[in-house]
């Protein structure tokens, strides 16, 4: 069997030769133009852009004759052959439409294979420069929840005092992005100085008592993994509403996390990476009957 083999570099990316059919697929769905014709007409892979392959599949997926192969990847263990879909724009539109944020949740076990299930769903999302930068913590555990709920409990209130104080006002202000700021003084403080966030009371209102946390977190220089994992969290939302679980995506946990190094070892969250997005799930206690309403995006055509 005759192979195109870049035998210059790590990755070792092969066509075979006696099966291709010369379709150029490949060469049209790659983004970096490692697949290219030689003098002769045949496809080869060019020798110096294989080190730009971030493995995305997409030219072993459009292959009809599975001619393509990328180091590390094989049609038997990493692809499976697509369904038409089955779902019509309209019934997509209702689905979204009957997606609330959940934040009261039965006292019910959500099944293992349920969460897995949810979990492979988030590996077709779309990604920035490697799926393998992401991890995700799937937190059932309610003694580490309950701990976990009183550090965080704690962080905020003492966000509030920070805040409060001039000098440590001027300095979380000079280490945070605005929109980051704005958010701390504009909706955490005021909360928790109404005692929003106050366990004492017997109310949860970070966690909202859902028997489920996912944290998805990543090495803090991994590239573009910030944009991963809000996709990644979004995709695990919606799967999630598709078997019939309530959601909400959490935006007080991960910099709780981040801060706090009894939570990070709580969550077993490795030293070097960051918490980025965080979801509670579980099932919803009560059903909704209707959508609100909400005033569109400000649109601009061109």
Request: with cysteine; net charge positive.
């Amino acid at each position: 069997m005759r192979k195109a083999v870049n035998k210059e570099t790590k990755i070792q990316n092969t066509i075979n030769l006696e099966t291709c059919n010369q379709c150029l697929l490949c060469i049209a769905v790659c983004s970096y133009k490692i697949f290219e014709k030689d003098v002769s007409g045949q496809i080869v892979i060019a020798s110096d852009r294989t080190d730009f392959c971030v493995k995305c599949g997409h030219c072993m997926a459009i292959c009809k004759s599975k001619s393509v192969t990328i180091e590390g990847l094989s049609y038997d263990n990493n692809f499976y052959e697509l369904q038409e879909t089955n779902i019509d724009s309209n019934s997509f539109i209702n689905f979204l439409a009957n997606r609330r944020s959940i934040r009261n949740f039965k006292d019910k076990e959500v099944p293992k294979e349920i969460l897995q299930k949810i979990i492979d769903a988030t590996s077709f999302a779309p990604y920035g420069a490697s799926p393998k930068n992401l991890m995700i913590t799937v937190v059932q555990n309610k003694g580490i929840m309950e701990k976990a709920l009183v550090l965080m409990s704690r962080f905020y209130n003492d966000l509030a005092k920070w805040i409060n104080n001039p000098v440590s006002r001027y300095m979380i202000k000079r280490r945070i992005n605005q929109e980051t700021f704005n958010t701390i003084t504009n909706h955490i403080v005021p909360a928790a100085k109404a005692g929003h966030y106050n366990t004492k009371s017997g109310n949860d209102n970070i966690t909202r008592s859902a028997p489920v946390i996912l944290i998805i977190h990543a090495n803090e220089g991994a590239e573009e993994h910030t944009n991963s994992a809000i996709i990644c969290a979004t995709y695990a939302m919606l799967a999630a509403h598709s078997f019939g679980l309530g959601t909400t995506i959490i935006g007080l946990i991960p910099p709780a996390i981040n801060k706090v190094k009894e939570l990070k070892e709580l969550f077993q969250i490795p030293e070097e990476n960051e918490a980025v997005m965080s979801l509670i799930l579980g099932y919803p206690k009560y059903k909704y009957k209707r959508i609100i309403k909400r005033e569109n995006r400000d649109i601009n055509w061109i």
